[in-house]
């Protein structure tokens, strides 16, 4: 009967430091997702050259410009003109297009050595003449 009644209480509480310990781990799993999208909306930073879609975890799909982003939410204004306070831990899934500063000083660059190419070869092809 002892036993028994151990083993009740030991599968009890076994079973419950399962089912607990499944769901903390869930909530710390969207806690970082919600910090890694946080890094990556203010990353990409604010006005109407900041396009974002964003889908939350119930489905909803957001598609516009990031206005505005703070540490607890952020906001994204559709083609209508209507903003949508968003909490960054309702977000399941982000994409945005806009380049970063490195990436548009290298398109710069790239521009500006492909223009200093041109200008020598035709030079050069002045100078055969």
Same mark, same amino acid.
């Given at each position: 009967?002892?036993?028994?009644?151990?083993?009740?209480?030991?599968?009890?509480?076994?079973?419950?430091?399962?089912?607990?310990?499944?769901?903390?781990?869930?909530?710390?799993?969207?806690?970082?997702?919600?910090?890694?999208?946080?890094?990556?909306?203010?990353? %990409?930073? #604010? /006005?109407? !050259?900041?396009?974002?879609?964003?889908?939350?975890?119930?489905?909803? =799909?957001?598609?516009?410009? &990031?206005?505005?982003?703070?540490?607890?939410?952020?906001?994204?204004?559709?083609?209508?003109?209507?903003?949508?306070?968003?909490?960054?831990?309702?977000?399941?899934?982000?994409?945005?297009?806009? %380049?970063? #500063? /490195?990436? !548009?000083?290298a398109i710069g660059v790239g521009i500006g050595v492909g223009? =200093?190419?041109?200008?020598? &070869?035709?030079?050069?092809?002045?100078?055969?003449?």
């Open positions: 009967m002892f036993l028994r009644k151990s083993l009740s209480i030991f599968l009890l509480f076994t079973m419950t430091g399962v089912f607990g310990s499944i769901n903390l781990s869930a909530q710390t799993k969207q806690e970082k997702k919600a910090v890694k999208v946080e890094a990556r909306l203010k990353k %990409l930073g #604010t /006005g109407e !050259k900041a396009k974002v879609k964003v889908k939350l975890y119930n489905a909803t =799909t957001y598609q516009g410009y &990031l206005s505005e982003a703070n540490d607890e939410d952020f906001v994204v204004v559709d083609k209508g003109g209507n903003p949508n306070r968003l909490r960054y831990s309702d977000v399941d899934k982000i994409g945005g297009r806009n %380049l970063s #500063t /490195g990436a !548009k000083i223009a =200093t190419i041109l200008t020598i &070869l035709a030079l050069i092809a002045s100078l055969d003449d």
